[in-house]
Nanobody, 126 residues
Framework: QVQLVQSGGGSVQAGGSLRLSCAAS????????MCWFRQAPGKEREGVAA????????YYADTVKGRFTVSQDNAKNTLYLQMNNLNAEDTAMYYC???????????????????WGQGTQVTVSS
């Protein structure tokens, strides 16, 4: 079992920045990939940024590429999502998730992820 606890998020004006954190505990050594997802009202959940925990390779959805950065601090067992140049379309509930095995490439598919954080709201006003 892996437990994920999120922090960060909130409200910001368009063009601003926010950073999300996701602290992992439990059997974190079994984690192969971690991913940030988001879901806006009436829309499907979207994988926006993922990282292979072993090699550190990162992957991004086209909607956030160049603006969002996913990173990990292995000493703290913490995943981060730095979000810059935010716009109203980034408004959503954001979730971190962990997977022991991924079946898709890039690893942005929600069905690969078994462990989920509690979610945190990001609201961008224009």
């Amino acid at each position: 079992q892996v437990q994920l606890v999120q922090s960060g998020g909130g409200s910001v004006q368009a063009g601003g920045s926010l950073r999300l954190s996701c602290a992992a505990s439990g059997y974190t050594h079994s984690t192969a990939s971690m991913c940030w997802f988001r879901q806006a009202p009436g829309k499907e959940r979207e994988g926006v940024a993922a990282i292979y925990t072993g090699g550190g390779n990162t992957y991004y959805a086209d909607t956030v590429k160049g603006r969002f950065t996913v990173s990990q601090d292995n000493a703290k067992n913490t995943l981060y999502l730095q979000m810059n140049n935010l716009n109203a379309e980034d408004t959503a509930m954001y979730y971190c998730a962990a997977a022991s095995v991924t079946t898709t490439f890039p690893p942005l598919a929600s069905w690969d992820y078994s462990y989920w954080g509690q979610g945190t709201q990001v609201t961008v006003s224009s």
